[in-house]
């Protein structure tokens, strides 16, 4: 007979054993080494990562900006398509990236979707896109400035593939933070605004006039690439600005330029004089930006916290 102390200590001893029995030898015979492997397996393979994607703002307006925010990443670099062209995604910080795009002026409003990537994982974001509320203005100019002759539309149609060749750069990044407005002065025409020009000629403002003095400083809106200084028949002394991943600046009607093709200039740096040349009716500063071949609302784009 064991006493009551003895009992309990083999009654622990038998449980250990078929404890460890049943690791041994399951119901289906598998070794202790199957079900290690097994564990091993399950704790090591990959495991979806965490991350989160935001839209940015949610809400915009026909013409406007908008950028994709994708953080808590530790691995690639995650890919993005909206109305089939690619976004350039750039680093904002650790496991954190950040790509910007546009909608087009014309685009019907209605929620659009942003295709994401992020290893194997597969994404679909909305984007709201709300009706703008453009304005109609009556502008006045002399006739040879809307009558084209032949001579006028063949540097015309030269002058648009030169452009047309340029929207096609996809370059480096080189903007870094947010952008800036060029002048730090009031609005005399906003972006998507219809112009009926001498009451007949009728077109869609794809940029935003400037206020401003003849001579009066202009700042580049980004860090950049200049790509262009030419005097062209609408915008007069015009100036690009590439900035890289498709994203470009365009100040027009200048009086004269402070910088020079190739140049690479910082964000705030003097490059040019506000003039009136070209179809222009008076001193201003005719700011644009091309994001991905598509005429975004400059006050959308430097409206983005990147």
């Not at 449980?15 to 049943?22: A, V």
């Not at 809307?146 to 149609?157: A, C, G, H, K, Y």
């Not at 340029?166 to 605004?193: A, C, H, R, V, Y």
């Not at 190739?262 to 005719?286: E, N, W, Y």
Request: aromatic share 8%; charged share 20%.
């Amino acid at each position: 007979m064991l006493a009551g102390g003895e009992k309990d200590t083999a009654m622990k001893t038998i449980m250990r054993h078929r404890f460890f029995n049943s690791l041994i030898t399951t119901s289906s015979g598998s070794s202790l080494l199957s079900l290690l492997l097994i564990f091993l397996i399950t704790l090591l393979a990959p495991h979806s990562e965490a991350f989160q994607a935001k839209v940015l703002p949610l809400n915009i307006h026909q013409g406007d900006a908008f950028m994709l925010r994708v953080t808590g990443l530790d691995t690639a670099e995650p890919s993005a398509t909206f109305e089939k062209k690619a976004l350039h995604f750039s680093k904002c910080g650790k496991g954190c990236f950040v790509a910007i795009g546009a909608v087009d002026i014309k685009s019907e409003p209605g929620v659009y979707l942003i295709s994401l990537k992020t290893g194997k994982q597969k994404t679909k974001l909305q984007l709201r896109v709300l009706k703008g509320s453009f304005k109609t203005t009556h502008l006045t100019l002399p006739e040879e400035k809307v009558t084209f002759s032949p001579e006028d539309l063949v540097r015309i149609n030269r002058e648009d593939d030169l452009l047309d060749s340029i929207w096609q750069i996809e370059s480096e990044k080189l903007w870094d933070g947010s952008f800036i407005l060029p002048l730090p002065n009031p609005f005399s025409t906003l972006f998507g605004t219809k112009r009926i020009i001498n009451k007949k000629t009728v077109s869609l403002h794809r940029g935003l006039d400037m206020q401003g003095k003849a001579g009066e400083k202009i700042q580049a809106s980004n860090r950049g690439r200049v790509v262009l200084t030419e005097e062209l028949f609408f915008g007069g002394n015009t100036l690009i600005l590439d900035h890289g991943q498709g994203i470009f600046t365009v100040y027009m009607h200048m009086s004269g330029f402070n910088v020079k093709p190739g140049d690479i200039v910082s964000k705030s740096d003097v490059i040019g004089f506000v003039g009136s040349t070209g179809r222009s009716s008076g001193p201003h500063l005719h700011f644009g930006v091309k994001v991905m071949r598509v005429n975004a609302n400059p006050v959308s784009v430097a409206g983005l916290k990147l």
